[in-house]
RNA sequence: AGGGGCGUCGCCAAGCGGUAAGGCACCGGAUUUUGAUUCCGGCAUUCCCAGGUUCGAUCCCUGGCGCCCCUGCCA
């Protein structure tokens, strides 16, 4: 595994850690990355992993993998592992340090009780619903509970039954006791503990309480000795909570520090969205190559070292942004162009016939794998009379500036003879091209132009012979509108791009491919990255986009029309 | 409306009182057996607005304006 380089670029969270460090205040630093297990990774979270882990690579500190696992009801083993794989696919190693939040159920009883020995905390008897009415409003102070005075006592021998299951679910819970007239609703009172009797994959039926959040983050990073606890932005009215609780139970006291969490164009970030893409079966799963997810990603054929490079060139700041899918498209364009080899496949084939080409005979090109790189090596690839272009480099009557092939005109078949169109047969009752008739000049190959004349288009091709058939999976930008939740009106889903995904079931590749690995990438060239399918098939690769190449002449027809 | 944040180029983002880095996007041009890559050049007299302090302000002060977050027994 590749260890990933420490960021290059600053941000306002490591003047505050060189600050911390230069005064004293730490002499290492410790971070976390605190998922919880009730979906899977995606591109927001990579943003955090790199941040923390990052920040701990830089100073030479640690980051713990930590799963905050405090809600039964949602979460999962199969995230866990999930998650797990995705941290270590990145490039992350969190060593031994692996916690869970669930680990530390009896000590944070422990706290528990000890709030309520100092009178800072109470078992409350109302409804969910009563103490959203005693909350207040923003604008007015909420009311205190009739159970907010109950003894040192009388508490704890409530918490305790609560703990020995005597209670049923939303009878009672466990309230901080704060100030029910604060501006910052987080402080009135809120509920550290609720009865929940459920299983919990890890501690199984051990518990029948479970602590908030609030009441296990904090607590944790405590624990484990957090010194910088970084989170999004979200949670900022969450700190005056943090601070209190740590200070009320006078247990080491970390820093919480809040960022903006990453939004893309044309996608949806949060969890409980892909959640629902996922069930309702709008994409073809967590891992499917259209979601933002990482896992999405990998299928799509992202490489690691693409999506960290982005996440450190998109910064660290507090201002609400979106970034704009490019950027990250870029990152994954500049990382394959290093690391991929190239090759031909035609998405939409077209029969070309070499009339001038000894029919039946076949000879074997020697071409490189890589145009800037010899490393790469080289490989054989066949050529015959008959082969495959692809159907856009033919036009029968041609725009101006467009160089590829046309009735009489010239073309170079990349890496072998230049050829001209002298036929176009087509089928007499649709009127659709079925074949072109060319001749090559024996005097080309290898890139030779013997009498100096120009051919300013060069197309790639296959040979019709050792074609392997292949299915291409065709991406687009899952949501056809940048901001998908912009408009709070509609439903996201409504924005679904219904193109998002085309499927190519007659593409040809030259045979090199036919052995390609699963998740090997390679560049197609002339027309952008693929990588072949984790569930392809032997015998018939199955390839997804993972991105196109920069196209200036797509870019300028698309501009005319 | 109460509280907490944020506002520097189309999108991100440095900058921390001395006269606006960088990336993406975009637009030119060179090289090129990928209309790719690479390269070179262009792209904020101006930092949400208005006042003020200062020799000097994107950076300090005051007042506006705009956007985001907070009324789960979710995290």
């Not at 700190?239 to 209190?244: A, E, G, K, Q, T």
């Not at 159907?391 to 073309?411: H, I, S, T, W």
Request: aromatic letters at 10%; one cysteine or more.
């Amino acid at each position: 595994m590749t260890i990933p380089a420490p960021s290059a670029g600053t941000n306002f969270i490591r003047t505050l850690i060189d600050q911390d460090l230069a005064s004293g205040k730490h002499q290492a630093i410790i971070t976390r990355f605190p998922p919880e297990p009730n979906g899977y990774l995606h591109i927001g979270h990579a943003k955090s992993l790199c941040l923390n882990f990052g920040l701990a690579l830089h100073y030479g500190g640690c980051c713990h993998l930590r799963f905050d696992d405090t809600n039964p009801v949602k979460e999962e083993q199969e995230y866990i592992d999930a998650i797990k794989a995705d941290v270590r696919w990145l490039g992350f190693d969190w060593g031994t340090h692996e916690y869970y939040a669930s680990d530390y159920f009896e000590k944070l009883y422990g706290f528990a009780e000890r709030l309520i020995e100092k009178g800072l905390a109470y078992v409350c008897d109302l409804s969910a619903d009563q103490i959203r009415e005693y909350r207040g409003t923003l604008t007015e102070p909420g009311r205190e509970s009739p159970y907010r005075n109950r003894t040192v006592a009388e508490n704890l021998d409530l918490l305790r039954r609560m703990r020995a299951g005597e209670f049923a679910d939303g009878s009672r819970v466990l309230r901080a006791r704060i100030d029910m007239t604060s501006p910052n609703l987080n402080l009135r009172d809120p509920v550290l503990y609720r009865i929940l009797h459920a299983t919990h994959h890890r501690t199984g039926d051990a518990w029948c309480l479970y602590p908030m959040y609030d009441f296990a983050h904090g607590q944790s990073d405590s624990i484990e000795g957090i010194t910088h606890s970084i989170c999004t932005l979200e949670f900022e009215a969450h700190r005056p909570l943090y601070d209190w609780l740590c200070d009320a139970l006078a247990i080491y006291h970390p820093q919480q520090i809040e960022f903006a969490r990453l939004n893309l164009t044309y996608t949806v970030m949060s969890k409980r969205r892909l959640l629902e893409l996922v069930n309702e079966g709008r994409v073809a799963g967590w891992d499917d190559p259209r979601m933002p997810t990482l896992s999405g990603m990998r299928r799509r054929g992202y490489p690691a070292a693409a999506i960290r490079t982005f996440c450190d060139r998109i910064g660290v700041g507090k201002s609400d942004s979106v970034i704009d899918m490019s950027v990250l498209e870029d990152c994954v364009r500049e990382e394959l162009d290093r690391t991929a080899p190239r090759a031909m496949g035609v998405l939409r084939p077209l029969k070309v016939v070499i009339t001038n080409y000894p029919a039946g005979e076949a000879e074997q090109l020697t071409v490189p794998n890589h145009p800037k790189e010899p490393a790469f090596g080289t490989r054989m690839l066949p050529f015959g009379s008959e082969l495959y272009i692809e159907r856009d480099d033919f036009m029968e009557n041609p725009p101006g500036k467009y160089f590829r092939l046309a009735p009489g005109r010239e073309v170079r078949l990349r890496y072998a003879y230049i050829i001209r169109c002298d036929e176009v047969i087509k089928d007499p009752a649709s009127g659709e091209i079925k074949e072109l008739r060319c001749s090559y000049d024996p005097a080309t190959g290898g890139g030779e132009t013997p009498d100096g004349r120009k051919v300013k288009g060069i197309i790639h091709w296959v040979a019709a012979a050792n074609a392997v058939p292949a299915e291409i999976r065709l991406y687009d930008r899952l949501f056809s509108v940048a901001n998908p939740t912009a408009d709070k009106a509609s439903d996201y889903r409504g924005t679904l791009n219904p193109e998002s995904l085309e499927i190519l079931g007659e593409a040809l590749l030259e045979p090199t491919l036919a052995a390609a690995a699963p998740g090997s990438c390679f560049q197609f060239e002339r027309l952008g990255y693929f990588c072949v399918d984790a569930g392809t098939a032997p015998g018939r690769p199955r390839f997804n986009r993972t991105v196109t190449l920069r196209d200036s002449w797509a870019k300028m027809v698309g501009a005319e029309s």
